[in-house]
């Protein structure tokens, strides 16, 4: 939060005030929320909240930078203002949209904690579109009706981006290589393989209760020594009773390994527990429940994390079409999608060995994965908008010309908000923990190849399949 805030104020100046209480807003109003619905609060509820902060300023990032260039067209204030915020309303809603679209998507198929996760996302997208459009607005005309203006503008922000002629389309056939290098790298982690986590793998699952409160990463890391991998661990009711599953000797059956993992996970916590308790008081005194999911029992939850990615895309695809009223912008949307999924496959596939934390296929991924979908084409979609509106302003011009002056135009914009999110995700995958670093990590790959996809890979297909069809005939349907 302190990062984020201090970035809008080195970035837009005095209106970065503006962004930072529409923030601070989102922030009380999200955790209320979820107080008076009686969430419980999980770490991927808390990743959650986390990066809802990151994107939260997208909106006021978008509106500002609209208002930033119609005061370089030389409009007055009042004009500008008003000007930024109509003409950048579409944009907002619409990348919006897109990632409410994933994120419900996850709700309705996500189980457990990663239905935490994605209930705090939803809530975070309405109120970071109420914030960053009413509230945001409300306080901007208050201060301007005092016969004073908000500054938008910082050295910084004046000198960088605002006079960007990048050829970005130019450089497309080396993105294409590039592309098709993903897409078979993609293919081949299929075959490569990747550790699946304990929900996709199966495990066993005991819950401990202890005499006093204990630490919960203390435990997660005895334990690691003792199975040679780190358990799931959550806190049950408080932090004196926890819930530890793992994925250890799973495929193997029978009362002696089960007899085994039990003395293996009495072993691993002998330091939170009294010196001389033996292990039938163990199993008599601490140990409250146990429990074994099978393999066989998590292929229900594969399937469902398969149909919530296709879904997701599906719905996606089909949102771009209906609002573009154009097939070329469906058909950039799937293959910037497909890039972004198959690159965080590629890193999840070939490397786990080398990392030094877990990267495992589990339903935090799956949450990562639809999460980047939808930062993805709220990144696409602005690109997109920005296409249309040019196409309609400059019908005269080529398509290349066209989609390079929208990518140059709204390129102070993507590079923002990927920074602000990136940030948020960084200090998450540094300071969250083991339970949310393998999510952070998919994150940080995902805003790096959402961004990149965006320019190099959905817009150079518009170009590419237009022929000789103008984007301003489709623009004007």
């Known amino acids: 939060f302190l990062v984020i805030f201090a970035l809008m104020l080195l970035y837009f100046n005095t209106a970065g005030w503006v962004a930072n209480i529409a923030l601070i807003l989102n922030l009380l109003f999200t955790v209320g929320i979820l107080s008076a619905l009686g969430f419980t609060l999980t770490a991927p509820g808390i990743a959650g909240l986390v990066l809802t902060i990151g994107m939260a300023v997208d909106t006021n990032v978008l509106i500002f930078e609209r208002i930033k260039e119609e005061l ?19 944009p907002v809603l619409d990348g919006h949209i897109t990632t409410l679209l994933t994120a419900i998507i996850l709700a309705y198929f996500g189980l457990g904690p990663v239905l935490g996760f994605a209930t705090t996302q939803i809530i ?57 290098v993903i897409f078979v790298l993609g293919v081949a982690s299929f075959f490569n393989g990747f550790d699946e986590g304990v929900e996709f793998a199966g495990g066993r699952s005991y819950t401990v209760k ?88 998590s292929d229900d939850l594969k399937a469902g994390a398969t149909k919530a990615t296709v879904i997701a895309m599906m719905v996606i695809c089909l949102f771009i079409f209906v609002r573009f009223r154009d097939w070329r912008y469906s058909l950039g949307t799937i293959f910037a999608l497909l890039h972004d999924v198959f690159v965080t496959l590629i890193i999840f596939s070939f490397a786990r060995t080398i990392v030094p934390f877990p990267l495992e296929i589990d339903q935090h991924f799956i949450a990562a994965v639809l999460t980047v979908i939808g930062f993805s084409m709220n990144d696409t979609i602005i690109v997109y908008d920005r296409i249309r509106e040019d196409s309609r302003l400059h019908p005269n011009l080529d398509n290349a010309t066209v989609i390079n002056k929208a990518i140059n135009e709204t390129l102070s ?60 005939k489709a623009a004007k349907k």
């Open 413 to 472: 914009r993507t590079i923002m908000t990927s920074l602000t999110v990136f940030l948020t995700i960084l200090i998450l995958f540094i300071f969250g923990g083991e339970v949310t670093k393998g999510f952070a990590f998919a994150m940080l790959v995902g805003v790096i190849t959402g961004t990149y996809s965006s320019i190099f890979v959905a817009a150079p297909i518009l170009v590419d399949f237009s022929k000789n069809k103008k984007l301003s």
């Open 124 to 180: 975070g997208i309405l109120l970071s579109l109420f914030c960053g459009i009413l509230v945001s607005r409300l306080i901007t005309d208050w201060y301007t009706n005092k016969n004073r203006h908000l500054e938008y503008f910082t050295g910084i922000s004046r000198s960088i981006f605002q006079k960007a002629q990048f050829k970005f389309i130019e450089y497309r056939k080396f993105a294409y290589g590039l592309s098709a």
């Open 72 to 90: 370089t067209k030389g409009k007055s204030y009042p004009l500008a203002v008003t000007d930024g915020y109509r003409r950048s309303l579409a």
């Open 210 to 297: 202890f005499d006093k409160p204990v630490n919960v990463e203390e435990v997660r890391n005895e334990l690691k020594a003792v199975f040679g991998e780190a358990p799931i661990i959550k806190t049950v009711n408080s932090n004196n009773q926890l819930n530890i599953t793992t994925s250890y000797k799973i495929k193997e059956t029978g009362n002696n390994v089960d007899s085994l993992v039990e003395k293996l996970l009495f072993t691993g916590l002998t330091k939170q527990l009294p010196a001389n308790v033996t292990f039938s008081e163990f199993e008599t005194k601490y140990k409250q429940s146990s429990q074994t999911v099978l393999p066989t029992i």
